[in-house]
């Protein structure tokens, strides 16, 4: 049985190749498009992992990942944060509620495909 991710990011073109990405290196994808849909997405589908984007519409990234650590079941739930806000008050911010890493844009995808694996405990 593969590993259940799901991302979300409002940007299209950001979804798609994440998407491509995931599901070439072996995961089973699902994709939201603002914050709201992720959330509730995540607690329908409990994914293993979630990439999420800290700015989208609806609900922000932060803001999910702080109603998701507000949940017993999802406490444990990897949360990685993509964003392009790079500013150490913006990741610090993003730790502080409750993400479990943060990479920041443009990052390559080999590297955030072994971050995932690493995160994942299969990494190499």
């Given at each position: 049985?593969?590993?259940?991710?799901?991302?979300?990011?409002?940007?299209?073109?950001?979804?798609?190749?994440?998407?491509?990405?995931?599901?070439?290196?072996g995961?089973?994808?699902?994709?939201?498009?603002?914050?709201?849909?992720?959330?509730?997405m995540?607690?329908?589908e409990?994914?293993?992992?979630?990439?999420?984007?800290?700015?989208?519409?609806?609900?922000?990234?932060?803001?999910?990942?702080?109603?998701?650590?507000?949940?017993?079941?999802?406490?444990?739930?990897?949360?990685?944060?993509l964003t392009?806000?790079?500013?150490?008050?913006d990741?610090?911010?993003?730790?502080?509620?409750?993400?479990?890493?943060?990479?920041?844009?443009p990052?390559?995808?080999?590297?955030?495909?072994?971050?995932?694996?690493?995160?994942?405990?299969?990494?190499?």
């Amino acid at each position: 049985m593969s590993i259940k991710i799901l991302i979300a990011d409002d940007e299209p073109n950001i979804l798609i190749s994440l998407e491509y990405l995931m599901k070439r290196e072996g995961y089973e994808v699902l994709v939201a498009h603002d914050g709201q849909e992720a959330l509730d997405m995540i607690i329908v589908e409990k994914p293993r992992l979630v990439l999420l984007d800290v700015m989208m519409p609806k609900k922000t990234g932060l803001e999910v990942c702080h109603a998701l650590r507000a949940i017993p079941e999802f406490s444990e739930m990897i949360i990685l944060m993509l964003t392009a806000k790079g500013h150490d008050t913006d990741v610090a911010k993003g730790m502080a509620m409750g993400a479990n890493d943060y990479m920041i844009k443009p990052f390559s995808t080999k590297e955030l495909a072994q971050k995932v694996k690493d995160m994942l405990g299969m990494g190499a």
